[in-house]
């Protein structure tokens, strides 16, 4: 650990980029997040490949309205996706299934069964509302659906401008149909949701030239086909840290809480902010463009350690038993190594990650507010401003907290 200049680089927004929406139903919300993101730094946007919906947010981008795709993502609900009860959806997934009667679980089941799903009338009205085929059509960006054929046993790939003219909206809706979701049919064939198959299709705009890729990842439930990567190709991944919601929880809250998820975490991207669970701006660039990690400054805050705090580390450790006479061995090969570990960072962690991941450990237990950019200062004077009031609050010693606020002391 040197402080050598990191390997990450500058986002280069004088590139066109393509960008992959996985499929994942609900999870689709922090997708219009990261869309938010990329318009407010200017990334230009080349082409769209996306399965099921990922082909949804995919016709709303090239249709350009983001606060039409905020809009019907906030008032989202499940039955405007589903021929459901809305009140009986969030009980089960809540798994509040005491609060359904036997009756009404009994004829939900014979009617889901019977008819092979559900039904997913509703989604076809809002996309037929919603869906500008014209518009796409007429779009700057190029937009690719997958979906697959149950009819051929074949996955489907196609643009947007070679559908013919009228069929776009059920070529979204084959992509979309999830396995639970009664079966679509188009042109006389049957089809399923295109992440069955493919639910990262970046090989879609690899195979169309593209050197420049954003995937923007969301987990949801399919085969993520191995794709070599070609040297000349360039991938940035933007991807939650925290578990966004079950595929089928169309839920407008947590849909809410997903777009703005989403959005400060293509902007931790974007502009190289630091932090996992919060966003801070803090970094050096040098001529080349790469980010220098100083790690050093982050060293020596982290040796701000007297020796009777040492001690009570070393017990909280656990490794007093193991315990050097230097008290900066204790530190640099005992105590920070532990709790790297026991803060759930990688093996080869940096003082730079260990001191954020400190920080982010007291400002989660004092409530700060996570949604926003902090410059490193803002970031440390916000947590020390609060500390105080949560010691006397709690009236209990908490080592790492008490590590934090003496850390962060200039």
Not at 102 to 126: C, N, Y
Not at 264 to 284: C, E, V
Not at 308 to 314: A, G, I, M, P, T
């Amino acid at each position: 650990m040197n402080g050598d200049t990191m390997k990450r680089r500058k986002f280069d927004f004088s590139k066109e980029y393509g960008i992959v929406l996985e499929g994942g139903g609900a999870k689709g919300a922090y997708q219009i997040g990261v869309w938010k993101a990329l318009l407010e730094c200017g990334v230009k946007i080349k082409g769209i490949a996306g399965v099921s919906v990922g082909a949804l947010n995919g016709a709303l981008m090239c249709m350009g309205n983001l606060d039409k795709a905020i809009d019907i993502w906030k008032n989202i609900s499940y039955s405007k996706i589903m021929n459901v009860n809305d009140m009986n959806m969030e009980k089960i997934m809540g798994r509040r299934f005491k609060e359904i009667s036997l009756q009404e679980i009994r004829r939900q089941s014979i009617k889901f069964i019977s008819e092979g799903g559900f039904d997913i009338t509703p989604l076809r009205q809002l996309i037929e509302e919603n869906v500008d085929e014209q518009a796409i059509k007429a779009s700057n960006m190029e937009l690719i659906l997958g979906t697959f054929s149950l009819t051929n046993l074949k996955e489907i790939e196609i643009s947007v401008n070679e559908i013919e003219e009228g069929n776009l909206k059920d070529y979204l809706i084959a992509s979309a149909s999830f396995p639970l979701f009664k079966n679509t049919k188009l042109n006389g064939k049957k089809y399923l949701d295109g992440g069955i198959i493919n639910n990262v299709p970046i090989d879609m705009l690899i195979n169309r030239g593209y050197k420049d890729i954003i995937v923007v990842r969301i987990y949801g439930i399919g085969l993520e086909k191995k794709v070599k990567i070609p040297e000349d190709v360039n991938v940035t991944v933007i991807a939650p840290g925290k578990y966004l919601c079950n595929v089928l929880e169309f839920n407008p809250k947590k849909a809410a809480r997903n777009i703005n998820l989403g959005y400060y975490d293509a902007l931790r991207m974007l502009k190289s902010l630091d932090g996992r669970d919060y966003y801070i701006s803090d970094h050096q660039v040098n001529a080349d463009g790469e980010f220098i990690n100083n790690e050093e400054k982050y060293l020596d805050a982290l040796l701000r350690v007297d020796e009777e705090r040492v001690e009570n580390l070393l017990n909280f450790c656990n490794k007093a038993a193991l315990a050097y006479d230097s008290p900066l061995r204790n530190l640099t090969e005992i105590i920070y190594p532990h709790l790297a570990n026991l803060l759930g960072l990688e093996k080869n962690w940096d003082y730079r990650e260990l001191y954020y991941v400190l920080l982010e450990y007291a400002a989660k237990k004092l409530r700060i507010p996570r949604f926003r950019i902090y410059t490193r200062e803002q970031f440390a004077q916000t947590i020390e401003q609060k500390m105080q009031a949560w010691i006397e609050k709690e009236n209990l010693p908490n080592t790492i907290m008490d590590l934090v606020l003496t850390i962060i002391k200039e």
